[in-house]
């Protein structure tokens, strides 16, 4: 299995990214995907899923109106579309399939 995340960077506040997650070693359009964020001394953040329908979505209270998680299954990734970014949102995103974890890829927001 391999989650290869991209599309993180330094954007300004109120800018936009948009992550991405290519998947392979699993049957993609069978699983559960999501994102999570770790910033410097904070804890593992949960930020969003999307089940393997893409029918149900969760987002957290602070990136809820902001940001947009889908999955494209031709393409075999799941994306996370941030919007208005703030600097509490600066962290290392990580990809996930609820089994296994991607690299991460850094986002700062300054």
């Known amino acids: 299995v391999q989650l290869v995340e991209s599309g993180g960077g330094l954007v300004q506040p109120g800018g936009s990214l948009r992550l991405s997650c290519t998947a392979s070693?699993?049957?993609?359009?069978?699983?559960?995907m999501g994102w999570y964020r770790q910033a410097p001394g904070n804890e593992c953040e949960l930020v969003s899923t999307?089940?393997?329908?893409?029918?149900?979505?969760y987002y957290a209270d602070s990136v809820k109106g902001r940001f947009t998680i889908t999955k494209a299954n031709a393409e075999v990734t799941v994306y996370l579309q941030m919007n208005n970014l703030k600097s509490e949102d600066t962290a290392l995103y990580y990809c996930?399939?609820?089994?296994?974890w991607g690299q991460g890829t850094q986002v700062t927001v300054s």
């Open positions: 996930f399939d609820f089994a296994h």
């Open positions: 070693g699993f049957t993609f359009e069978d699983s559960d």
């Open positions: 999307i089940s393997s329908s893409e029918r149900t979505t």
